[in-house]
């Protein structure tokens, strides 16, 4: 029997968005305030690296001061940076790195050393940058920093991680850069980096940044991590009797994509802003969601950059929605911490749903009645999180590796706890 969610939650805070706070904090002048809950590995992650880059950074329960290097003043670290599981870390600081005066070399664990890099290396080259990745094109990676020139770049794939490393480095480059995506993808760096004293200019799909200005400090308050909030929204909604209230939950356009979704399938999700209380540019809404009955949609493939991170849960509310769902142009789902299209087919499948990859898309046939069974996370924490929630539909569902939520949000099991 599936058990009830009721009350409300404040969520941990942004990872994207944080990522992004501690390196901009990090090559400013001055000391930095970031307002919000740092959860998670994948933040720690960064947080070890900006250090053994010479960055001070400190905590308590509720903000993190950071001591910014200024401008090219980031050092030689002594060891290797260890990114561990964070494509956001590694991919960031090599367009960091690019730029200051000094060498690193940057790797992480199994899963995120079979992670492309090339698609970073590439135009940070042409900026002028030194970097030798390892055989296949992963890490690890090594960066010697240089003067760079600033380019005008055209992205093949829209990918966030790409235009953030390509416009960190151009901060810290002669002349203007400039990105150009084929398609829309997040624009936290954008939106944050007004805070910090830099104007990007934007039309269209194309920004770009000044070089050579100096970042001053900041003062910002974090969003409630939206992609947190994906799987308690979809609780709420598949298990009977459940209203559950979402506190501060970013709601940036580009990242709520799987709101719309859950939404057109019939999910009853009502969207509350939140006044300006120093989160800057950022849209921030509390989600109130009740429990509904669901019914199946279609997802194209122009919508995939916006809810990329929420297909796996999206996925299990389309195994219990009336009808066949398909979700097209999954590519790169199969390059995330694990294949991700693959493993969330066998999350469903293992567990009575019925689910099946066609090419790059995916198939999902509901509503079918969730039984326990054993479930294979390949150390992923989005696909260990999807298992949790439908445990919460149906007994007896285990996981072969439950740790692996801590890279996102360790927290989960006390507010599960909490809710239920």
């Not at 001591?67 to 990114?83: E, F, M, N, Q, V």
């Not at 760096?189 to 799909?205: A, D, Y």
Request: aromatic share 4%; hydrophobic share 40%; proline share 5%.
């Amino acid at each position: 029997m599936s058990r009830r969610l009721r009350g409300a939650l404040s969520l941990p805070g942004d990872k994207s968005i944080l990522h992004r706070a501690l390196i901009l904090a990090a090559m400013a002048q001055g000391d930095s305030v970031l307002e919000g809950r740092l959860e998670g590995e994948d933040l720690r992650s960064t947080w070890r690296c900006l250090q053994g880059l010479g960055v001070g950074i400190s905590s308590d329960a509720k903000r993190i001061a950071v001591k910014g290097r200024g401008w090219r003043g980031l050092k030689s670290p002594l060891r290797i940076l260890d990114a561990g599981n964070s494509g956001t870390t590694l991919r960031l600081l090599m367009g960091v790195i690019a730029g200051n005066p000094m060498k690193a070399t940057l790797t992480g664990d199994s899963s995120l050393c079979r992670r492309p890099m090339g698609r970073v290396a590439e135009p940070l080259r042409r900026m002028g940058a030194a970097i030798e990745l390892s055989h296949g094109e992963v890490a690890p990676v090594r960066v010697a920093g240089c003067a760079l020139k600033g380019i005008s770049f055209t992205s093949p794939i829209p990918s966030a991680q790409v235009k953030s490393a390509v416009l960190l480095a151009g901060l810290l480059a002669s002349g203007e850069t400039t990105v150009t995506e084929p398609a829309p993808s997040r624009d936290h760096t954008e939106r944050m980096l007004p805070l910090f004293g830099i104007h990007p200019k934007r039309e269209g799909l194309r920004v770009s940044v000044p070089g050579g200005l100096r970042l001053g400090r900041a003062r910002l308050r974090v969003p409630g991590d939206v992609s947190s909030a994906a799987f308690w929204a979809v609780a709420a909604t598949l298990a009977p009797g459940s209203e559950l209230r979402l506190l501060g939950a970013g709601a940036n356009p580009f990242r709520t994509g799987f709101l719309d979704v859950l939404e057109r399938m019939g999910a009853r999700i009502e969207r509350i802003p939140v006044r300006d209380e120093g989160y800057g540019m950022e849209p921030v809404a509390d989600l109130l969601v009740r429990s509904s009955s669901l019914h199946a949609a279609q997802v194209a493939a122009d919508e995939v950059p916006g809810l990329i991170d929420e297909v796996p849960v999206l996925a299990l509310a389309a195994s219990q929605a009336e009808g066949v769902s398909r979700f097209r142009g999954l590519s790169e789902l199969r390059l995330k911490e694990s294949d991700r299209l693959e493993a969330v087919a066998g999350l469903l499948t293992s567990l009575g749903g019925e689910a099946q990859v066609l090419g790059d898309d995916l198939v999902v046939k509901g509503p079918r009645r969730l039984q326990g069974g054993r479930v294979l996370t390949q150390g992923d924490h989005r696909i260990a999180l999807t298992a949790l929630v439908a445990g919460l539909l149906s007994p007896g569902v285990e996981l072969d590796d439950a740790d692996c939520v801590r890279l996102s949000y360790p927290s989960f099991y006390d507010d599960l706890k909490r809710l239920c």
